[in-house]
Structures are given as C-alpha cells and as structure tokens.
C-alpha cells in the first residue's frame, strides 16, 4: 500500500465523535467521491473509491445516519491494476443529498449550505472526509505534498476556507476540470494530518523529517570539508610549482633563510596541512603562510622578468 492509502486506512479507525461529525463527514465523502443520476425517474446517489477502507467507513456512516441499505459493487481498474468499490443508494438518497448539503435550493454544490460546519469538531470531520474522499499525501521521503482534488470551484473554495479556519496554510489552484486544494509544507500537513487522526503516518513522517535533517548535515559537513581538502591540495599544487620554479630560476639556497625553510617543508611535505608545516619547523601558521606568499610573489616576479 502507498503512503496515502495508509494514511487513510488509519484515518478510517478513528471513533465516531458524534452524529454532527458524522455527517459533516459523510458529506465531504460524497462531495469528493460521489455522484448523482437520475434514471426513469429513480434519484440515486453513488460512491466509488480505491480504497476499501474508505468504503466500509461510508457504508457505516450511511447506516449509522439513516439506517439505510446501500448497494455495494466492486470491479477492477486494469489500468491501475487495482479495485474500485461502489457504494449505491437508492431508497432514501434524495434524504441523504439534502441533509448532506449534497442537493439544496441552489443546485448540487457545497456552496448551497454550509451552517453545518460552524463547529470546531464538524469542521475537522469534514476535513477529515474530503481526504477519504478525495485527498492524498505524497510519501515525505520524495516531497512534502498533501492535496484535495475538488470537481467544483465553490466546494473547494469552502474546503479552502475551512483549513485556513482551522489556523492551516494551504492554496488553491485549477487542474484540468478539477480544483485543487493544496499543502506543499511538512508542518501544514503535519497538522492536518493530526486533526483528522493519522498518528502513525505522523511519526512516520517525523522520522523521515530526522533520518533528511541528519542526512543534510552530514553532507553539508562532508561538502565542507571536501571543500576544504580542495583548497588545501590546491593551493599545495601551486605553491610547489612557485617553489619549483624559483630553484630552476634562481636556487633556493639565494632565499632569505625563512623563505628557504618554509619552501624546503613544503616540498618535503606536499600534503601538509599549514598547521602541520608550522609545527615542522617552529613557527606559526600564519608566519608560514605570510612566507609561503612571499614565495609565490618571487615566483611571479621571475615569471614575470622572464617573458
């Protein structure tokens, strides 16, 4: 199973807070994974979802609520190589639209009536729904993305509006045909993620946060010290090639004595660090450093006098 689809098989066992929660969460089901027809006259209502999980959570809100007898089907998706499970509501389910703002005065859309949701507990059972329905989250190890993918612009406006309600960042854009509520950031969806009760994937994701976060300072330090390790090799290359060309010019036994000693510890020791040329021979790192300038400054000048 991937990431989401455990995430949402966690979020199927969390408890039934109460018949308003019920049915707040019902409705984000049926706004995100539901359909309507009407066939001869016969109003019906549909559920089709990859998840079986989410399935039985329908099923049990459909009875709990309405003591209704819901039809289920499932067929195979040979180009996903998995299950869709269908729930059907026949009897009852102009009832079930209208009491979850499915259906109302204004048409089928979400923005018809949404007085349901002024609590803090519905608020989050609908959240809670709209990623039964129709929300997934990526595997943190690849990116952080959470997203809702809405059929209408209204229901997605107002799911927009209830995670910012609920003191979450999240955006919206269009897709296609659809609208997609989204979360691109580990905290947001963090805490989405713990309103609705997915604690697992939760930790999940924190220990996946950790194993990047020590990952990253492992190989910054490594980075830096390969950096360090180029500078020092590089720049050991050159002051031997400045120290080279000064004993073909000239000879290093015509340089001051200072100079001769820090040209003959390099040479002599070519992956020295210049603390270890320092300690060699009795005096400070930036007094060999200051020499060793001064050599490549010789160098240059010989260079220099001889084009």
């Known amino acids: 199973m991937s990431f989401s689809s455990n995430a ?3 979020v199927c066992r969390t408890r039934f807070e109460g018949e308003c929660c019920e049915l707040a969460e019902l409705s984000a089901i049926l706004h995100t994974a539901g359909s309507i027809s009407i066939s001869d006259g016969v109003f019906s209502l549909r559920i ?3 998840n079986a999980a989410v399935a039985r959570r329908a099923f049990t809100l459909i009875k709990q609520l309405f003591g209704l007898h819901t039809k ?3 067929h195979s998706n040979p180009l996903k190589r998995n299950h869709i499970y269908s729930l059907i509501i026949e009897d009852g389910a102009q009832l079930v639209a209208l009491d979850t703002r499915l259906a109302g005065e204004e048409g089928f859309s979400f923005g018809a009536d949404a007085s349901f949701l002024k609590k803090r507990c519905c608020k989050i ?3 809670r729904g709209a990623f039964l329905g129709g929300g997934s989250v990526t595997n943190p190890e690849k990116r952080y993305h959470m997203e809702f993918v809405c059929g209408q612009k209204e229901f997605a406006s107002g799911l927009l509006n209830i995670i910012k309600d609920l003191g979450i960042s999240a955006k919206m854009i269009q897709r296609g045909a659809s609208y997609v509520v989204y ?15 997915a604690h697992s994937s939760i930790l999940n994701i924190e220990n996946i946060r950790i194993m990047k976060s020590v990952r990253n300072s ?9 950096g360090n390790l180029s500078k020092t090799v590089n720049a050991s290359l050159k002051q031997r090639e400045d120290i080279e060309y000064i004993r073909t010019r000239m000879g ?25 040329l320092a300690d060699a021979i009795g005096t400070s ?23």
């Open 183 to 197: 979360l691109k950031e580990g905290d947001p969806i963090i805490t989405l993620l713990t309103m609705i009760g």
């Open 72 to 74: 289920t089907q499932m």
């Open 252 to 276: 290093l036994d015509k340089l001051p004595r200072g100079l001769r000693e820090a040209a003959e510890a390099r040479i002599n020791n070519p992956d020295a660090s210049l603390k270890e």
């Open 125 to 127: 059972a609908f959240l």
């Open 8 to 10: 949402k098989a966690e």
């Open 218 to 226: 492992v190989n910054r330090k490594v980075n830096c010290e390969t």
């Open 48 to 50: 089709d979802t990859e």
């Open 285 to 307: 790192k930036s007094g060999v450093n200051h020499r060793l300038r001064k050599l490549g400054s010789i160098a240059d000048g010989l260079r220099t006098a001889g084009r």
